[in-house]
């Protein structure tokens, strides 16, 4: 479907408010693509966010590891704190794999989520 | 001076003041939009309101756009104010509520500040799986009887 856009009697249409996640031209492909790269962007955030909580847990943890001195219940929390704080990193790692493998044993195509929303698209 | 004379005089005045009144009109007409095609030329936009109709476009949906680009921006500050408000409870507060407090209020900002950018987006994929069209809310046609819009010729041009 092409439009001409200068003889739209509204014009070219709304201007975007961000240009990063937002398409520069709305058709079909490009919003859909749009909203695949914010769904990527939330992950790749996410994963940021979650790496740097890390940091600052597995210090906290080490810190009271060094400060809880024979107190042998504070050396387990601490130990505890420190493997938490792993398994979660590395099962954020993994999500996007995990995600790849449940997609694929429920059929639907989670990866390339492109054409499962074009799939759904009514026609026009 | 018989009648005759006396009503030619007349017609001939009149004639005179309305070929005129008719000049003048023209000439402004002609002043106020250069680029007359019609019989009786178009309605020019007034200052300020012709800088929204550059590329045939009627404006408002640009007026919109700006409106919701200044929208954005006040809610970007109020985002940096509610962030600094947060971290003065976090300062100021005593009991252990805060931290929960807090996160909320930072959470809650940035969720309304992410949706706020992307509302674009959510408009067009709403559109999409709705209309299935993705510029039917922000390309919006308006098609009135006969015209059609695609072509933007009215009903009884040839």
Redesign the interface.
């Known amino acids: 479907?092409s439009?001409?856009?200068?003889?739209?009697?509204?014009?070219?249409?709304?201007?975007?408010?961000?240009d990063?996640?937002?398409?520069e031209v709305?058709?079909?492909d490009?919003?859909?693509e749009?909203?695949v790269n914010?769904i990527s962007g939330i992950i790749g955030i996410i994963t940021v966010v979650g790496a740097i909580f890390f940091i600052v847990y597995f210090f906290i943890a080490a810190f009271q590891w060094v400060t809880s001195g024979d107190d042998s219940k504070g050396v387990e929390t601490a130990r505890n704190k420190m493997l938490q704080g792993v398994i979660g990193l590395v099962v954020m790692v993994l999500g996007y794999s995990f995600i790849g493998i449940i997609g694929r044993i429920v059929g639907i195509d989670l990866i390339n989520l492109e054409d499962t929303?074009m799939n759904?698209?009514?026609?026009? | 001076m018989n009648r005759r004379t006396k009503l030619k005089n007349t017609l001939n005045k009149s004639l005179f003041f309305l070929s005129g009144f008719f000049s003048v009109m023209l000439t402004k007409v002609q002043l106020v939009a250069a680029q007359t095609t019609d019989v009786f030329g178009e309605i020019a936009p007034p200052p300020g309101v012709d800088q929204y109709n550059q590329e045939a476009d009627i404006g408002v949906i640009v007026f919109a756009s700006r409106i919701i680009n200044f929208g954005a921006i006040v809610a970007g500050i109020w985002t940096l104010i509610n962030i600094i408000t947060a971290g003065w409870i976090y300062l100021t507060a005593n009991d252990s509520s805060a931290h929960e407090k807090v996160g909320n209020k930072i959470l809650n900002s940035v969720i309304g500040l992410a949706i706020i950018a992307l509302s674009y987006t959510i408009a067009g994929i709403i559109s999409l799986l709705i209309f299935g069209d993705a510029t039917f809310i922000l390309n919006p046609e308006i098609e009135s009887v006969g015209t059609n819009v695609r072509s933007g010729m009215p009903p009884w041009a040839p």
């Open positions: 479907m439009k001409l856009l200068a003889q739209n009697p509204l014009g070219s249409g709304f201007k975007r408010t961000s990063s996640y937002n398409p709305v058709t079909n490009s919003i859909v749009s909203v914010i929303i759904v698209v009514p026609e026009s």
